[in-house]
Each structure stands twice: as structure tokens, then as C-alpha cells.
């Protein structure tokens, strides 16, 4: 393994701006944050998300930003900070990976899919619901069918409340005591 030079001049040179001892840096310690982050990487599904690379240069591009809030005196210093940093970036990783609940197999079938898939409703659906609406339309009183008719429509409460006469709460009330009602009648769960 290389070492720098005198090591303290080198960083307080990339504290200063110097592109040329930031490389300088960035080669020799880089090296070691890909095999810190690579050594930990067992589970390959971890590996189609992010490889070592990707912690290695958010690690390294927080070690530049912050250079300068650093104590750093020789290179077993910057080893010791620059692995425990690696650590915690991959540790913060996995968890927001495990956070998302994220399966890259799924997520790949689903993008494959996504334009054959439709969101509508199936025929059977739509049929057994309009039957369904015709079962519970037919056993309501007329003031509670024209309740359900100005509900299908789209009309808010208020609306409905105006035209009909009475609060809208009530109106609602009495309209879902009447639709619990009929879903028992008929068997249903809810």
C-alpha cells in the first residue's frame, strides 16, 4: 500500500482548493472504501440495487465537502475515518432498501407489464356491481331511492339537502341505514 508523503501538507491542500492533491487523495483511499463497502456486500440482491462503487463516491465526495471539520493527523487516521464512514453510508443504505420493501425481480416483471396491465374494471366487476345496484335500488323506499339516485350522480350532501329538504347529515344517515339494511337482506358482508 502507498503511502503520502507528508500527509498533513497533502490535506491541508485540499482543504485550500487543490484540485491535484485531492486526486492524490481520492487514488489512494478510494481503493479502500470499495474494498470495505465490497467486503460487506453479501447479498446480491444489494448488488442489482447499488454496487460498491456508488458508496464509495458518496463517501468520498462527503470526505471533500467536509475536509476541513476533520482532526485528521496522519493516513491511519484518514483509513480509520474514511472505512467507518464507508460502514455507516453502506449501513444507511441496506436500510433504505429494506425500508422500501423493494424487490428488484418484482419491480423489473411489474416495468415489463405496466402497459399491458389495465386499471379498469373488469366486465364481471362492472356487471355484478350493476346488478348489484339494481338488487339494492328496487328495495328502497321511493324517498330513499331518490336519495341514492341524486348520490349517483355525483350530488354532495348540501346539494342534496337543498333540493330534498332536511340536513345533510341526516339524509346521509338514512341512507346508509337504509343500504345496511338491504346488504343484510341480501347477505352481504358489508
Same mark, same amino acid.
Given at each position: 500500500?502507498?503511502?503520502?508523503?507528508?500527509?498533513?501538507?497533502?490535506?491541508?491542500?485540499?482543504?485550500?482548493?487543490?484540485?491535484?492533491?485531492?486526486?492524490?487523495?481520492?487514488?489512494?483511499?478510494?481503493? %479502500?472504501?470499495? /474494498?470495505?463497502? +465490497?467486503? *460487506?456486500?453479501?447479498?446480491?440482491?444489494? $448488488? @442489482? !440495487?447499488?454496487?460498491?462503487? #456508488?458508496?464509495?463516491?458518496?463517501?468520498?465526495?462527503?470526505?471533500?465537502?467536509?475536509?476541513?471539520?476533520?482532526?485528521?493527523?496522519?493516513?491511519?487516521?484518514?483509513?480509520?475515518?474514511?472505512?467507518?464512514?464507508?460502514?455507516?453510508? %453502506?449501513?444507511? /443504505?441496506?436500510? +433504505?432498501? *429494506?425500508?422500501?420493501?423493494?424487490?428488484? $425481480? @418484482? !419491480?423489473?416483471?411489474?416495468? #415489463?407489464?405496466?402497459?399491458?396491465?389495465?386499471?379498469?374494471?373488469?366486465?364481471?366487476?362492472?356487471?355484478?356491481?350493476?346488478?348489484?345496484?339494481?338488487?339494492?335500488?328496487?328495495?328502497?323506499?321511493?324517498?330513499?331511492?331518490?336519495?341514492?339516485?341524486? /348520490?349517483?350522480?355525483?350530488?354532495?350532501?348540501?346539494?342534496?339537502?337543498?333540493?330534498?329538504?332536511?340536513?345533510?347529515?341526516?339524509?346521509?344517515?338514512?341512507?346508509?341505514?337504509?343500504?345496511?339494511?338491504?346488504?343484510?337482506?341480501?347477505?352481504?358482508?358489508?
Amino acid at each position: 500500500m502507498t503511502t503520502l508523503a507528508d500527509f498533513p501538507a497533502l490535506l491541508s491542500r485540499v482543504r485550500a482548493g487543490d484540485q491535484h492533491a485531492a486526486t492524490q487523495l481520492h487514488h489512494r483511499f478510494a481503493p %479502500l472504501v470499495r /474494498r470495505t463497502v +465490497a467486503g *460487506r456486500m453479501m447479498d446480491s440482491r444489494l $448488488r @442489482r !440495487a447499488f454496487d460498491a462503487e #456508488d458508496v464509495c463516491q458518496e463517501v468520498m465526495a462527503r470526505f471533500f465537502r467536509r475536509a476541513a471539520e476533520y482532526t485528521l493527523a496522519t493516513e491511519d487516521d484518514a483509513e480509520r475515518l474514511l472505512t467507518t464512514m464507508a460502514r455507516r453510508k %453502506l449501513s444507511d /443504505r441496506i436500510d +433504505a432498501e *429494506r425500508a422500501e420493501c423493494r424487490d428488484n $425481480r @418484482r !419491480a423489473a416483471g411489474e416495468a #415489463d407489464y405496466a402497459d399491458v396491465v389495465s386499471t379498469a374494471p373488469s366486465a364481471v366487476r362492472v356487471v355484478i356491481a350493476r346488478d348489484l345496484w339494481t338488487a339494492m335500488r328496487s328495495r328502497l323506499s321511493p324517498e330513499d331511492r331518490e336519495l341514492a339516485d341524486w /348520490r349517483a350522480t355525483g350530488a354532495e350532501w348540501d346539494e342534496i339537502a337543498q333540493h330534498v329538504g332536511g340536513t345533510a347529515e341526516a339524509l346521509r344517515k338514512r341512507l346508509a341505514r337504509a343500504a345496511d339494511r338491504i346488504a343484510e337482506e341480501l347477505g352481504l358482508d358489508s
